[in-house]
């Protein structure tokens, strides 16, 4: 993985001398006292992150925590006041014009809150838009554009005008116009928000699915931690223009940096929010198929555990033997494949922990984590799902 776009002390000052007001900044005046003294209003600070390639990454915070004020500052819809940022290593604070209409063009797309459709062109007038504008012919960006309106679960409604869409169907719309111009990177900005939950939440998993395909580089605002959670691989939190952590959804739930995060979190139910992924623990502790019994015993022993799955060459996972069974086939002469169990569960890496509470509760044995090829890749003990309920 590379890095595809790194912000660097990134700081969005509004007002008629915004750089009069950074030593203020600098030296933690806050926000309201910087506007009450001197009318100008801090939008951000001293930002930093980076985002790698093909990553989610989301920006969460409060309604005027600075999270549009950011994200415009990434295509220079906003100038920064201070501070770099670095688009596949080149700091495009420093572009000319030209360059800044190739790269908005070219290279970065944004989804904004409102659809930002064109009302009196059809899906298709708008999904082609971006492309007529870079002079691709007819034929050719329509072509394109009927793709796009597919990916999005739109096909059938190229000809319709925006008034006879609802909002998620707007939504798509806006999508699939970024998506058409084909960019590295697409900026979000609450892009769901109005829509209803349940739509809201079909989108989410759209999202998801587009991007499993298309691997973009997506920044993401919201400013609800749930919808962070399920889309970040990780979430950077904002408050008054800082921001206050970044970290994967299982790092902020494990230690959220302070009292506002913390607080922040408490509503978030943990088992709608870790994966398998996030909480199996590596399968150190292995028995292949030709080690044998005598070796299954040994390695249980090692870890002081009283079974252990067992794996073939290739670490496709054959099935699981208890020490019990272990050692009375011994003394019987029989081998580790008579005695395999295969009454213990499995899951994909991206099951919700939520999803996984009655495979807890039914087997005696952890959770197998295994991926298409059936390849077990880690292990989900069954406190890490049942601890969650009390
Ligand atoms: N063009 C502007 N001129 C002056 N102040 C601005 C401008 N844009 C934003 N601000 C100020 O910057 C701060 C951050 O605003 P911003 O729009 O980035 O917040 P936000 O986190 O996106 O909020 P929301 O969730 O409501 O969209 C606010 O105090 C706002 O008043
Ligand atoms: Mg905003």
Same mark, same amino acid.
């Given at each position: 993985?590379?890095?595809?776009?790194?912000?660097?002390?990134?700081?969005?000052?509004?007002?008629?001398?915004?750089? &009069?007001?950074?030593?203020?900044? =600098?030296?933690?005046?806050?926000?309201?006292?910087?506007?009450?003294?001197?009318?100008?209003?801090?939008?951000?600070?001293?930002?930093?992150?980076?985002?790698?390639?093909?990553?989610?990454?989301?920006?969460?915070?409060?309604?005027?925590?600075?999270?549009?004020?950011?994200?415009?500052?990434?295509?220079?819809?906003?100038?920064?006041?201070?501070?770099?940022?670095? @688009?596949?290593?080149?700091?495009?604070?420093?572009?000319?014009?030209?360059?800044?209409?190739?790269?908005?063009?070219?290279?970065?797309?944004?989804?904004?809150?409102?659809?930002?459709?064109?009302?009196?062109? &059809?899906?298709?007038?708008?999904?082609?838009?971006?492309?007529?504008?870079?002079?691709? +012919?007819?034929?050719?960006?329509?072509?394109?554009?009927?793709?796009?309106?597919?990916?999005?679960?739109?096909?059938?409604?190229?000809?319709?005008?925006?008034?006879?869409?609802?909002?998620?169907?707007? #939504?798509?719309?806006?999508?699939?116009?970024?998506?058409?111009?084909?960019?590295?990177?697409?900026?979000?900005?609450?892009?769901?928000?109005?829509?209803?939950?349940?739509?809201?939440?079909?989108?989410?998993?759209?999202?998801?699915?587009? #991007?499993?395909?298309?691997?973009?580089?997506?920044?993401?605002?919201?400013?609800?931690?749930?919808?962070?959670?399920?889309?970040?691989?990780?979430?950077?939190?904002?408050?008054?223009?800082?921001?206050?952590?970044?970290?994967?959804?299982?790092?902020?739930?494990?230690?959220?940096?302070?009292?506002? @995060?913390?607080?922040? @979190? #408490?509503?978030?139910?943990?088992? =709608?929010?870790?994966?398998?992924?996030?909480?199996?623990?590596?399968?150190?502790?292995?028995?292949?198929?030709?080690?044998?019994?005598?070796?299954?015993?040994?390695?249980?022993? =090692?870890?002081?555990?009283?079974?252990?799955?067992?794996?073939?060459?290739?670490?496709?996972? #054959?099935?699981?033997?208890?020490?019990?069974?272990?050692?009375?086939?011994?003394?019987?002469?029989?081998?580790?494949?008579?005695?395999?169990?295969?009454?213990?569960?499995?899951?994909? +890496?991206?099951?919700?922990?939520?999803?996984? @509470?009655?495979?807890?509760?039914?087997?005696?044995? +952890?959770?197998?984590?295994?991926?298409?090829?059936?390849?077990?890749?880690?292990?989900?003990?069954?406190?890490?799902?049942? &601890?969650?309920?009390?």
């Amino acid at each position: 993985m590379s890095t595809k776009v790194k912000v660097e002390h990134v700081t969005k000052i509004f007002g008629r001398h915004p750089r &009069s007001v950074l030593d203020k900044v =600098r030296e933690g005046v806050s926000k309201e006292e910087i506007l009450a003294e001197t009318g100008h209003t801090v939008g951000v600070y001293d930002a930093n992150f980076e985002v790698e390639e093909g990553e989610i990454f989301v920006i969460m915070g409060l309604s005027g925590s600075g999270k549009s004020t950011l994200i415009r500052c990434l295509n220079l819809l906003n100038r920064p006041t201070e501070g770099a940022i670095l @688009i596949d290593g080149e700091n495009i604070v420093d572009y000319n014009k030209e360059q800044l209409r190739e790269l908005r063009q070219n290279k970065i797309a944004m989804v904004f809150q409102h659809f930002g459709i064109i009302t009196h062109r &059809s899906v298709l007038g708008n999904v082609e838009y971006g492309l007529e504008i870079k002079g691709v +012919p007819r034929e050719e960006r329509q072509e394109i554009a009927r793709k796009y309106i597919e990916t999005v679960g739109l096909a059938g409604y190229e000809d319709q005008m925006p008034d006879q869409l609802s909002g998620g169907m707007k #939504q798509r719309v806006g999508l699939a116009r970024a998506l058409a111009n084909n960019p590295d990177i697409l900026l979000m900005d609450e892009p769901f928000s109005a829509l209803d939950p349940l739509i809201r939440r079909e989108m989410h998993t759209e999202l998801l699915e587009i #991007q499993s395909q298309l691997k973009k580089t997506i920044i993401f605002i919201t400013h609800d931690i749930n919808e962070a959670f399920k889309i970040g691989d990780r979430v950077a939190v904002m408050k008054d223009g800082h921001i206050q952590q970044i970290g994967t959804p299982e790092e902020i739930l494990e230690s959220p940096a302070n009292d506002y @995060i913390e607080e922040f @979190i #408490q509503d978030i139910d943990r088992s =709608r929010v870790l994966q398998a992924k996030n909480v199996m623990i590596k399968p150190n502790i292995l028995v292949s198929l030709k080690d044998g019994l005598k070796l299954a015993v040994k390695e249980m022993e =090692r870890g002081g555990i009283s079974s252990v799955f067992v794996v073939d060459q290739d670490r496709k996972l #054959q099935g699981i033997v208890t020490i019990d069974d272990a050692i009375r086939a011994r003394q019987e002469n029989r081998t580790l494949r008579d005695i395999l169990r295969k009454d213990f569960e499995t899951t994909d +890496p991206e099951t919700y922990l939520n999803d996984l @509470i009655p495979k807890a509760t039914e087997s005696t044995f +952890p959770i197998a984590v295994v991926n298409e090829n059936n390849k077990l890749i880690g292990i989900v003990k069954r406190v890490s799902v049942l &601890s969650g309920l009390f």
